[in-house]
């Protein structure tokens, strides 16, 4: 696919907000008592998406060279898009440490560098390998999908496509009827978790020419764009409403959402901004961050008014993230320079 699609960054940018939002109960305020508290359903657009991206990378190459030669082209996709996220995610989890150690000073120097002795591991994205729960929680979501990246990326090369298709079916229906639509944290949950939104999005990649026979029957693209739209915006108010009842209509509804995306067929399919290009840059480091801001927060003013706490965190959430950004990107365009 050579086409961008600016309207799905825009979404992005909005379920990321909604994870930032949905973080706030680490500031020691209770979860539940202030909207999208269950805005973590929108880590499942997050995978869907990327898996349907992904098997559109892969579906050139299915069936192509040995085992050996598949495996080597799902490391190599698999270190290309995770590379990328080593400037950020090594500063968000080293300030994750330096800062919710803090309190194990009252114990002694040695207690707080103990503290540390996990911090490796979340460094090369292997928190969600082990029972314990990492401590930079937000990372999580790029561990989880790292872990299991490149058994996913071998799948997508076999040679049948309608076996794939079939497998990329029934693995979320036994997934979903047996954990229903949940944020446990539990090992393995995450990694299941992982691939399994991720092998919606190639279910729905490789369904994408049904659903276009499906969509030409409607023949209105402003009723196709109400459904893109609307189906998305249920998910926004039922996380707004912290309905937790309806979070199992929500990935229905991510389904629905992505695929009139890519059909071409509604109005937002030939929306261009450069705006929205902009904000899924940023989307990684607003996602990254914001647990960890938190975290410092509740350690440097714990006193802090829950309001104010609340103000603060939102602020940085956005600011942090923001300058992390722009430092990331002066320091590549130096580089990029000097090998010039």
Not at 311 to 327: K, N, Q, R, T
């Given at each position: 696919m050579k086409k961008r699609y600016d309207f799905i960054d825009l979404l992005k940018f909005i379920a990321v907000l909604a994870v930032i939002v949905t973080h706030i109960f680490n500031l020691g305020i209770p979860w539940g008592s202030y909207p999208f508290s269950v805005g973590w359903i929108f880590v499942e657009f997050f995978f869907i998406v990327t898996g349907y991206f992904t098997t559109l990378h892969f579906l050139p190459l299915m069936g192509e060279g040995g085992a050996d030669e598949r495996m080597k082209r799902s490391l190599q996709y698999t270190y290309k898009k995770f590379i990328r996220m080593v400037p950020y995610s090594t500063f968000v989890i080293a300030a994750e440490y330096i800062f919710g150690n803090l309190g194990l000073l009252q114990e002694g120097k040695l207690a707080y560098l103990k503290g540390f002795a996990n911090m490796p591991f979340e460094m090369v994205y292997l928190s969600c390998a082990t029972s314990h729960t990492p401590r930079a929680a937000s990372v999580w979501f790029i561990s989880a999908m790292f872990l299991v990246f490149p058994v996913?990326?071998?799948?997508?090369?076999?040679?049948?496509?309608?076996?794939?298709?079939?497998?990329?079916?029934?693995?979320?229906?036994?997934?979903?009827?047996?954990?229903?639509?949940?944020?446990?944290?539990?090992?393995?949950?995450?990694?299941?978790?992982?691939?399994?939104?991720?092998?919606?999005?190639?279910?729905?990649?490789?369904?994408?020419?049904?659903?276009?026979?499906?969509?030409?029957?409607?023949?209105?693209?402003?009723?196709?764009?109400?459904?893109?739209?609307?189906?998305?915006?249920?998910?926004?108010?039922?996380?707004?409403?912290?309905?937790?009842?309806?979070?199992?209509?929500c990935v229905p509804a991510f389904m629905l959402t992505v695929s009139i995306i890519f059909s071409d067929m509604s109005y937002t399919a030939n929306f261009s901004s450069s705006v929205f290009r902009w904000t899924t840059r940023i989307s990684m480091p607003l996602f990254m961050w914001n647990w960890t801001i938190a975290t410092i927060i509740r350690a440097v003013a714990p006193s802090l008014a829950d309001s104010a706490k609340v103000?603060?965190?939102?602020?940085?959430?956005?600011?942090?993230?923001?300058?992390?950004?722009?430092?990331v990107e002066a320091f590549k365009k130096s580089r990029a320079r000097k090998a010039a």
């Open positions: 996913y990326c071998c799948l997508l090369q076999m040679k049948s496509r309608n076996w794939l298709r079939w497998l990329s079916f029934i693995a979320p229906v036994l997934y979903y009827c047996y954990f229903d639509v949940i944020a446990a944290r539990n090992y393995p949950h995450d990694l299941l978790r992982a691939f399994t939104c991720m092998m919606i999005g190639t279910w729905l990649c490789l369904s994408q020419a049904d659903c276009n026979r499906l969509y030409g029957r409607i023949r209105s693209k402003a009723l196709l764009t109400a459904l893109e739209v609307g189906a998305f915006a249920f998910v926004v108010v039922a996380a707004y409403r912290n309905s937790a009842e309806l979070m199992k209509l103000a603060w965190y939102l602020a940085l959430s956005c600011l942090v993230p923001l300058a992390h950004y722009f430092i």
